[in-house]
């Protein structure tokens, strides 16, 4: 008897050496037999005989050791299911915000990929037009801001950002003779307002030396009207120098009462001045302030733009966000249109186990748990040359899926034991998207089980049908 071993199952066999043994017997038992019989039987119908009983024996005897082998002889029973070399988390997909159209791909499928390394350059369009467009705005409101804001605090001159005046010199030079020209302008209505308060200044301090030289003059002609008076009682005087002496003392007292009700004009006329010159100065602080408060917003609003458009334009550049393998590139020609969010790159991270992801069989759901040992196999027709990966089930799907072709299946991920087959110096990496097939080992049973359990099924549902 030659060694039974399984075919197309794979295993090892645990009872070879114990059918061996058994077959050994029965051959030495039916030699000895054959023997006995020759000594008993001399003529040519003995001899007939004998080979048709020699030929009965050794059926029988070949029956016996094969059932003897396949009562020991162990097969591995397996749930056999395709499977594909996947990445152990989840693909990384990199997307495009806004989309745009593809100017330039620099990867492949397959290609080793680093963090922050180009892959993909679509076109520009109108976004660097307009960054250009609002970085002018936004320098030249700088510029203008620095300006109001000196105004609006009276400085000297304009304070820009560091470096401003150097990287700007021509906003900068425009800025500072703007500046020049306001504060000239203002120095002016200044200038005029101060001489129209020292005028009026000047006026009450007229005012004030009239009166005095007035009350003066009242209080000698008030003596000489007394003198006068004595004199003209004693017939010394005329009547016309006296009289005369009174219409120079109604005189000056006319004039005091003037002065005196000039004196709270000339007052309020220098109070106004002088308000009105407080009052040029603080509305060019207050027009500063407001167009400043106006500048400073606009600014405000053109920084987060060019921001955006900035942002926005470095997005034209798509750069892989980890180390790792291009999967699968979902744009394949220049001048295409990338749609606003498409997948663009799906790439694996290196840094991701590689693990199986095995469709299997609903019929065979009761017999694989996690934990079980799994065999991985290329699923091609030279796999041989590769041998094999030792696995083991890590996860079962609690739900079934269904494929577009309506196939349904539990998904069965299996870890392996390593990261490639070898064939002699050869190495044959697992890649993600690589197509194999895992054979999980569900249990053991005999030759004889394997050749008894269709029958015995079917006559435990025999008779049973309406």
Same mark, same amino acid.
Request: proline residues 4%; negative net charge.
């Given at each position: ?214 009350a003066e003059s009242l209080r000698l002609v008030r003596e000489q009207i007394a003198l006068s008076d004595e004199l003209l009682r004693d017939n010394l005087t ?78 034209? $550049?798509?750069? %892989?966000?980890?180390?790792? /393998?291009?999967?699968? !590139?979902? +744009?394949?020609? @220049? #001048?295409? =249109? ?9 790439? $694996?991270?290196? %840094?991701?186990?590689?693990? /199986?992801?095995?469709? !299997?069989? +609903?019929?065979? @759901? #009761?017999? =694989? ?98």
């Amino acid at each position: 008897m030659g060694e039974g071993r399984a075919t197309g199952r794979p295993g090892e066999s645990g009872g070879a050496g114990n059918s061996r043994n058994a077959a050994a017997r029965g051959g030495a038992v039916l030699g000895r037999l054959t023997d006995a019989m020759r000594a008993g039987n001399g003529g040519p119908g003995d001899e007939a005989n004998l080979a048709a009983r020699m030929f009965l024996w050794l059926c029988a005897a070949g029956c016996a050791a094969f059932l003897v082998w396949a009562a020991l002889f162990r097969l591995d029973i397996v749930s056999m299911a395709q499977g594909e070399v996947i990445p152990s988390t989840k693909l990384k997909s990199v997307q495009h915000l806004e989309g745009g159209i593809v100017r330039e791909i620099l990867v492949r499928e397959g290609d080793a990929v680093t963090p922050g390394q180009s892959l993909v350059i679509l076109e520009e369009t109108s976004t660097g037009a307009s960054v250009e467009e609002l970085a002018v705005r936004t320098t030249s409101l700088t510029a203008e801001v620095a300006r109001l804001d000196a105004q609006a605090r009276m400085l000297n001159a304009p304070e820009f950002p560091e470096g401003f005046a150097k990287e700007h010199p021509d906003l900068a030079e425009q800025a500072q003779r703007l500046f020049a020209a306001s504060r000239s302008l203002l120095e002016s209505e200044l200038a005029e307002q101060r001489e129209n308060v020292v005028q009026r200044e000047q006026d009450i301090k007229e005012i004030h030396a009239r009166n005095r030289n007035n009350a003066e003059s009242l209080r000698l002609v008030r003596e000489q009207i007394a003198l006068s008076d004595e004199l003209l009682r004693d017939n010394l005087t005329t009547r016309y120098k006296h009289l005369a002496f009174l219409r120079e003392q109604s005189q000056l007292v006319s004039k005091i009462e003037q002065d005196r009700a000039a004196l709270p004009r000339a007052e309020s006329a220098l109070a106004e001045a002088r308000e009105k010159l407080a009052r040029i100065e603080r509305s060019y602080r207050e027009d500063a302030a407001q167009e400043l408060r106006k500048a400073r917003q606009e600014l405000e609003e053109f920084t987060q733009r060019l921001l955006r458009y900035k942002d926005s334009l470095r997005r034209t $550049v798509i750069r %892989s966000p980890v180390e790792g /393998v291009v999967k699968t !590139l979902h +744009i394949v020609t @220049i #001048g295409g =249109v990338v749609k606003p969010g498409m997948t663009i790159v799906d790439i $694996v991270p290196s %840094s991701d186990r590689l693990v /199986v992801e095995a469709h !299997l069989p +609903i019929s065979d @759901i #009761g017999y =694989v748990q996690e934990g079980q040992s799994a065999i991985v196999r290329l699923a091609s027709q030279d796999a041989a040359r590769f041998g094999k990966l030792p696995g083991r089930v890590v996860q079962v799907s609690p739900d079934t899926f269904t494929t577009p072709e309506g196939q349904t299946f539990y998904s069965v991920r299996i870890e392996t034991d390593g990261d490639s087959f070898r064939h002699g110096e050869f190495e044959y990496k697992l890649i993600p998207g690589m197509l194999v097939l895992a054979y999980i080992h569900t249990g053991q049973r005999t030759v004889l089980e394997y050749l008894t359990d269709p029958f015995l099924g079917s006559m435990g549902q025999a008779m049973q049908e309406r």
